[in-house]
């Protein structure tokens, strides 16, 4: 059975901090690894990923992968109180559209 | 902009109570999704559909059932509700071979 794991649960910074957010995964047929950021309502694509060692970049965030580790980091810089969410990891096997989620973490920036 | 609509954004129900909660997308995606979400648990797909009157088990199937008559709605029904069924229910669609998903709002469902 695929699994994602996500750390920390829940994290709490002061707004200009730096954060990682943590995903490990184990899949059968690994295709793509998926950030997905949610606020109040839909969760919100941010970046997939499908090579190692290739970094993703939006903004002040980022994220790569590392598939003989078997995980992922998302990096947030100079943190904003917008940035207040559950961030979720997905994994995605080939052969299958399915997700798998991990259990999400939940980022707090105090102003 | 693609657009995934669940009808209802908050529902109460009895226990026992039949009830359906609609997802509509207006992109012609051939892929919906039903996940619920629970803190500590994470997104959990209870059912999936490929295309019009096809449906596959996710992995928490258990007390649910779908119906898929149209290609762009996908109705996630609980034929008896019971209290353990209080949760936030996502749906999704994409098309095939799409890169990710795109989310509906998510109904948040109490069953007192």
């Known amino acids: 059975e695929d699994k994602v794991v996500q750390s920390p649960l829940s994290l709490v910074v002061h707004e200009g901090d730096t954060v990682t957010l943590n995903c490990s995964y184990e899949?059968?047929?690994?295709?793509?690894l998926l950030w997905y950021k949610q606020e109040k309502k839909a969760p919100t694509f941010l970046f997939m990923l499908t090579s190692s060692g290739i970094e993703k970049k939006s903004g002040r965030l980022s994220s790569i992968l590392d598939k003989k580790e078997l995980f992922s980091i998302l990096n947030i810089t100079a943190t904003q109180t917008g940035d207040s969410a559950v961030y979720l990891c997905?994994?995605?096997?080939?052969?299958?559209?399915?997700?798998?989620f991990g259990t999400g973490t939940r980022l707090t920036i105090i102003p | 902009d693609v657009k995934v609509t669940q009808s209802s954004r908050y529902l109460v129900k009895r226990t026992g109570e039949k009830v359906f909660l609609e997802c509509v997308q207006d992109m012609d995606h051939e892929n919906m999704f039903w996940y619920r979400q629970d803190p500590g648990l994470g997104l959990r797909l209870i059912y999936f559909s490929y295309d019009v009157k096809m449906k596959e088990k996710g992995d928490i199937p258990e007390g649910y059932s779908v119906s898929r008559e149209k290609k762009e709605r996908f109705s996630l029904i609980l034929e008896s509700a019971s209290t353990n069924q209080t949760s936030m229910y996502l749906c999704?669609?994409?098309?095939?071979?799409?890169?990710?998903?795109?989310f509906g709002s998510g109904t948040r469902l109490t069953v007192v």
């Open positions: 997905a994994s995605r096997d080939f052969g299958n559209e399915k997700l798998t």
């Open positions: 999704a669609s994409s098309f095939e071979g799409a890169k990710f998903y795109t």
């Open positions: 899949v059968t047929n690994f295709r793509s």
